[in-house]
């Protein structure tokens, strides 16, 4: 199991058995308007690290990101599984760019 399963599988945990004091828990207790509205600010969080330029800041700020959107992803019903999918179909277009026509919209 690599780091992201694992924490999508505890994610699963908390949101199945309720935990005192969990903060997952409480997420999930808030419901999905507040667990959107949280990686609302973990990215923009992000954007601010890495416009300051500060690799260690923003290498945290990226974790925070993707632990809330692995609450959305649980929240709402989407597996891990999907999203890696995705992705590996994504790799493999690599390199496989679509070429873009210009045109000149003046004539």
Known sequence: ?????GLYQVVQERKE????????CYLFE??????LKKC???CSEVII???NGKNEDTANEICDLIYHLLVMMVESGIPLEDVEKILAERRQKIGN???FHVSDHNT
């Not at 199991?1 to 399963?5: F, Q, R």
């Not at 058995?17 to 997952?24: D, H």
């Not at 808030?30 to 667990?35: A, E, V, Y």
């Open 40 to 42: 609302g600010e973990e």
């Open 49 to 51: 690290a890495a416009k």
């Open 30 to 35: 808030q419901g999905l308007d507040k667990i």
């Open 1 to 5: 199991m690599d780091v992201m399963e």
């Open 97 to 99: 760019l679509k070429k």
């Open 17 to 24: 058995e309720k935990r005192e004091g969990s903060y997952t």
